[in-house]
């Protein structure tokens, strides 16, 4: 069994502010019509330059949220790019590998046309009680410096279970948006089998 956190926040969020731009004829709905009428007179490239501008405006108003978050069979190899673990039982000195996909985090210029992210996470197992096992805080540091503005981040963690009994329990993890400062956290479930 793989468990992921359904997309569902992400779509809501930006169906939500879609609706509001249109409603109020913002700078987002004003940049998506300036980018049909762009497309309809033959230059899609502006077109589609015009279309992220737009939801560039989005995705700054969007609040910081884990979209996706699932155990892999390895570290995933880039964004998207890894299997889903079948099963969520590990034995003791078994390696969680997780993947984890944030949207609406902060993108800030860091100088003339470079844009970097920064995100942390902390790290919570808990016992089937709710008990903290463990707790690790800055477990994480990730930041994604490109030349382009980008919407597509993706994290990877490894949990080793060094001497773990076992037993079912919970992996809570914190993310943290070190530029907007806001965060969001997701918790799978899992269990350590002899």
Same mark, same amino acid.
């Given at each position: 069994?793989?468990?992921?956190?359904?997309?569902?926040?992400?779509?809501?969020?930006?169906?939500?502010?879609?609706?509001?731009?249109?409603?109020?004829?913002?700078?987002?709905?004003?940049?998506?019509?300036?980018?049909?009428?762009?497309l309809?007179?033959?230059?899609?490239?502006?077109?589609?330059?015009?279309?992220?501008?737009?939801f560039?405006?989005?995705?700054?108003?969007?609040?910081?949220?884990?979209?996706?978050?699932?155990?892999?069979?390895?570290?995933?190899?880039?964004?998207?790019?890894?299997?889903?673990?079948?099963?969520?039982?590990?034995?003791?000195?078994?390696?969680?590998?997780?993947?984890?996909?944030?949207?609406?985090?902060?993108?800030?210029?860091?100088? %003339? *046309?470079?844009? $970097? +992210?920064?995100?942390?996470?902390?790290? !919570? /197992?808990?016992n089937k009680?709710?008990?903290t096992?463990l707790?690790?805080?800055?477990?994480?540091?990730?930041?994604?410096?490109?030349?382009?503005?980008?919407?597509?981040?993706?994290?990877?963690?490894?949990?080793?279970?060094t001497?773990?009994?076992?037993?079912?329990?919970?992996?809570?993890?914190?993310?943290?948006d070190?530029? %907007? *400062?806001?965060? $969001? +956290?997701?918790?799978?479930?899992?269990? !350590? /089998?002899?």
């Open positions: 069994m793989h468990t992921t956190i359904w997309r569902a926040p992400l779509a809501a969020a930006l169906l939500s502010l879609i609706t509001a731009a249109s409603a109020q004829a913002g700078p987002a709905a004003d940049k998506m019509a300036q980018g049909e009428q762009l309809a007179q033959g230059k899609p490239a502006t077109a589609m330059k015009t279309a992220r501008e737009a560039d405006i989005l995705w700054d108003k969007m609040p910081f949220t884990v979209v996706y978050a699932t155990f892999t069979d390895k570290k995933a190899a880039g964004y998207g790019i890894f299997n889903p673990r079948k099963s969520n039982a590990y034995k003791a000195g078994d390696t969680i590998q997780l993947y984890i996909e944030p949207k609406g985090f902060g993108i800030r210029e860091v100088k %003339k *046309g470079i844009f $970097s +992210s920064h995100i942390s996470t902390d790290l !919570v /197992v808990r009680n709710g008990g096992v707790k690790k805080s800055d477990f994480g540091k990730f930041r994604l410096t490109s030349r382009r503005r980008f919407h597509e981040f993706y994290i990877t963690l490894s949990i080793t279970l001497g773990a009994p076992a037993g079912q329990y919970s992996l809570v993890v914190p993310v943290h070190l530029i %907007k *400062g806001q965060a $969001s +956290s997701f918790s799978l479930p899992f269990s !350590v /089998v002899k």
